[in-house]
């Protein structure tokens, strides 16, 4: 399915074009790591998350160009992927004041979601 992210005006910005502040910053990131989380527990890591495949529309952020998506279970680099996927996340939101060990929440979501405890 395709949807245009914008309005009449133009589409919505990337990420890597936003400049947060802290606070914002803040719940974006919790956001955002909820959303990979519901990715993951869906069977799927993104495989090229970043500033630039995330839009900001309307105080809301939106996870864009999965078609490369690997199986979290078939693929023998997933956690690799995962990892590579966090820390492109947290290099922009450290820059808004944020810092994060993507290394840890990537260990944290994979142990989870090996054993279930992920939900959609």
């Known amino acids: 399915l395709l949807e245009f992210i914008g309005d009449e005006d133009g589409p919505a910005q990337q990420l890597k074009d936003v ?14 790591l909820q959303n990979v989380e519901r990715i993951l527990a869906a069977g799927l890591v993104h495989g090229d998350l970043s500033a630039y495949n995330i839009l900001y529309w309307q105080n809301q952020l ?32 450290e820059r808004c ?5 993507p290394g840890r929440i990537a260990n944290d979501m994979w142990t989870r979601w090996r054993f279930g405890e992920l939900r959609v």
């Open 19 to 32: 400049r947060l502040t802290r606070d914002s910053a803040l719940q974006h990131f919790t956001d955002l």
């Open 62 to 93: 939106v996870i864009i160009d999965f078609p490369q998506a690997v199986d979290a279970d078939a693929n023998p680099n997933a956690l690799d992927l995962l990892e590579r996927d966090l820390a492109n996340v947290c290099s922009y939101f």
């Open 97 to 101: 004041g944020v810092k994060a060990d």
